[in-house]
């Protein structure tokens, strides 16, 4: 079992950067890739970066690939996003995940999931 919980959201200025947190509970964390998504009002729940086991790959999707950076310490539980340059397209609810599976962008591939953060960004 894996608990996750979020931290980090609120109101940003387009331009800026955000930094969003995920601490996990369960001895068996560094075994997980760990994934982070995000859901607008009427949209689907859509991936934005995953992080391997140990740290040493990850994956970003197209939204936010250069200006996002994923990343995790197995010894503190915990797995961060950030996101420079936000932009208002950027505002959703994010939540942290955790998936088995060595590399995943599916949302039905992830076991455990946050209760999730919300993020708006003002133009």
């Known amino acids: 079992q894996v608990q996750l919980v979020e931290s980090g959201g609120g109101l940003v200025q387009a331009g800026s950067s955000l930094r969003l947190s995920c601490a996990a509970s369960?001895?068996?964390?560094?075994?997980?890739?760990m994934g982070w998504f995000r859901q607008a009002p009427g949209k689907e729940r859509d991936f934005v970066a995953a992080?391997?086991?140990?740290?040493?790959?990850?994956y970003y999707a197209d939204s936010v690939k250069g200006r996002s950076t994923i990343s995790r310490d197995n010894a503190k539980n915990t797995v961060t996003l950030q996101i420079d340059t936000m932009k208002p397209e950027d505002t959703a609810v994010y939540y942290c995940?955790?998936?088995?599976?060595?590399?995943?962008?599916?949302?039905?591939?992830?076991?455990?999931w946050g209760q999730g953060t919300q993020v708006t960004v003002s133009s």
């Open positions: 992080i391997s086991w140990r740290g040493g790959t990850t």
């Open positions: 995940a955790a998936t088995p599976f060595q590399s995943s962008s599916r949302t039905t591939e992830y076991n455990y």
């Open positions: 369960g001895r068996t964390f560094s075994t997980y890739t």
